[in-house]
C-alpha cells in the first residue's frame, strides 16, 4: 500500500469535475486512492490509483509487460529499443527451466551489445529499479536490486537523446513533455548533498509529492563516474546529473511541449496507442533531435495504460486545466459505455 500522505490528484480531481455531467464520485476514506463514480444515468465506474475503467484489461496488462510490449510494437513496425532481451531471477530460472537466462547470462549479453547499457524492472514503472550500469559489479548489483521486487528484468542497449512523454486519449495528443533527469545546479557554495536537500524543500513548498532518497545507490554511482560525491561542491551554474532515468517520479524535472510537438509525432502517438487498443496511454519516446522536429531517429521506449499526470499538472495553471479537461473527457467517455 502506498503512503497515505503522498495524496495522487485522481480522486480529488474527479470529485472535483464529476459535478460538470451530474456525476458524483465516492473516494474510499483510509487512503483515497480507489474510487467509485456514479452517472446520472446510474452507471457505475471504478479507478484505483491512476487506473480507470477506460482500457480493456488484455491491452492493459501487455502495457504494464515492457517486453511483451516491445515485442508487439515491433510486429507492428515502430522502433523500439535495439537489443533488448529478459534474464530472470535465480529462483524464477530455476522454476520455469531456463537457467540459461540468469544474472550470469545477463552478463555475457551485456559483454556482447557493449557497456553501457540500461538495466530495469519488466514490470515496474516510475523508473523504480532502471540503471545505467557500466561494468560487470554495477550489472550485478543493479540486477540484485531489481530481483529483490521482480523477478524479470531488461538488460537494453543505452540510447542517447531527449526523453519525452506523449499523452494520448483517443485520437488525440492531450499533453507532451520533456523529462530532464535528476539533477542540481551549482552555486559554487554548497554540496551537491545540501543542493538536493533544497531540491527537495522546494517540492514540498509546490506540494509535489516526490522523494528525494538520498541514499539511492545509483546516486551514489552516477557522481562517482562524474569524479563526485554527495559532498562535492560543484562550480556556479554547473548542472550535475544524480540519476539517469528520466521519470518525474525519482525527482526528474520536466518542460511542457504541448504546443511545440510536431504533427507527425501526433500522428505516431496516436496510431501506436490504436494499435495497442488502448483509449488512454503515455508514449515514451527517445528522441534524436527534438519533438518540434519532422521525425527522423526516435525509439519509442514503452507505453504506460495508466499515465500518472501528478507531477505534470503542477507546472502550472495551463497544465492543471489541460489535465481537468482530459479527465472531464474520460469521464464522458465512462458515461457511454
Known amino acids: 500500500m502506498k503512503n497515505k500522505k503522498e495524496s495522487l490528484i485522481l480522486g480529488k480531481m474527479l470529485k472535483k ?21 456514479t452517472f446520472k444515468n446510474g452507471r457505475k465506474s471504478y479507478f484505483r490509483y491512476n487506473t480507470l475503467d477506460l482500457n480493456p484489461v488484455g491491452a492493459s496488462d501487455i502495457a504494464k509487460d515492457k517486453d511483451y510490449a516491445s515485442i508487439f510494437m515491433k510486429r507492428l513496425g515502430y522502433p523500439v529499443v535495439p537489443n533488448s532481451k529478459t534474464f530472470f531471477s535465480k529462483e524464477w530460472a530455476e522454476a520455469i527451466g531456463s537457467k540459461h537466462k540468469n544474472t550470469d547470462a545477463a552478463y555475457i549479453f551485456a559483454q556482447k551489445i557493449g557497456f553501457p547499457v540500461i538495466v530495469k524492472p519488466n514490470s515496474g514503472s516510475q523508473g523504480s529499479g532502471v540503471s545505467l550500469v557500466r561494468n560487470k ?4 548489483q543493479a540486477l540484485r536490486s531489481i530481483f529483490k521486487r521482480d523477478r524479470v528484468a531488461l538488460v537494453q542497449k543505452a540510447l542517447q537523446g531527449k526523453d519525452y512523454r506523449i499523452v494520448v486519449l483517443d485520437d488525440q495528443v492531450i499533453s507532451a513533455y520533456e523529462r530532464i533527469p535528476l539533477s542540481v545546479t551549482g552555486n559554487g557554495k554548497s554540496t551537491i548533498e545540501k543542493l538536493l536537500k533544497e531540491k527537495q524543500k522546494k517540492f514540498i513548498t509546490e506540494k509535489r509529492d516526490t522523494q528525494i532518497k538520498m541514499t539511492d545507490p545509483r546516486i551514489k554511482i552516477k557522481l562517482a563516474h562524474q569524479g563526485k560525491t554527495v559532498r562535492s561542491i560543484p562550480p556556479d551554474g554547473e548542472r550535475v546529473y544524480l540519476l539517469d532515468n528520466a521519470n518525474l517520479s525519482t525527482g526528474g524535472d520536466s518542460v511542457d ?23 488512454l496511454c503515455g508514449v515514451d519516446v527517445m528522441i534524436d533531435g527534438d519533438i518540434s522536429q519532422e521525425p527522423n531517429k526516435y525509439w519509442v521506449l514503452e507505453i504506460n495504460a495508466a499515465p500518472g499526470l501528478d507531477h505534470y499538472v503542477k507546472l502550472g495553471i495551463p497544465q492543471e486545466k489541460i489535465v481537468e479537461n482530459l479527465y472531464l473527457q474520460v469521464l464522458k467517455s465512462l458515461e457511454k459505455r
Do not use: C, S
Open 137 to 140: 559489479k554495477e550489472l550485478y
Open 257 to 279: 511541449v504541448t504546443k511545440e510537438i510536431h504533427p507527425d509525432f501526433k500522428k505516431i502517438a496516436v496510431r501506436l496507442t490504436n494499435d495497442m487498443n488502448l483509449r
Open 17 to 37: 469535475i464529476a459535478p460538470k455531467i451530474g456525476a458524483t464520485v465516492f473516494l474510499e476514506p483510509e487512503w483515497n486512492i480507489a474510487g467509485q463514480i
